[in-house]
């Protein structure tokens, strides 16, 4: 059984920081590639940014690059979304996913495990 749970999300003013984590359990991740997706509210759940577990190799998507940064733990089997200089636009709930593989994908559909979510409120 795969598992993956988000933490670390909440309120926070616009401009502000917060760091969520993904805490990954039930099998080995290092084939995985770690996606972070965000849905605003009533919108469809978009990529936000993902990472290879061994290489290291991150992309992100235009909104948030130079403001959000991934990175991972591999002792910890978790992974790490950085969030910096916060938008109202920000706000939703974020999820992290699991991707088999090397390949780098922003495709949702490609994802093959998925968190719960966790919510991000950014206040104007």
């Known amino acids: 059984q795969v598992q993956l749970v988000e933490s670390g999300g909440g309120l926070v003013q616009a401009g502000g920081s917060l760091r969520l984590s993904c805490a990954a359990s039930g099998r080995s991740f290092s084939s995985y590639v770690m996606g972070w997706f965000h849905q605003a509210p009533g919108k469809e759940r978009e990529f936000v940014g993902c990472?290879?577990?061994?290489?290291?190799?991150?992309a992100y998507a235009v909104s948030v690059k130079g403001r959000f940064t991934i990175s991972r733990d591999n002792v910890k089997n978790t992974v790490y979304l950085q969030m910096n200089s916060l938008k109202p636009e920000d706000t939703g709930v974020y999820y992290c996913a699991a991707k088999f593989g090397s390949a780098i994908t922003i495709q949702s559909g490609r994802y093959d495990y998925w968190g719960q979510g966790t919510q991000v409120t950014v206040s104007s």
């Open positions: 990472i290879t577990w061994s290489g290291g190799s991150t």
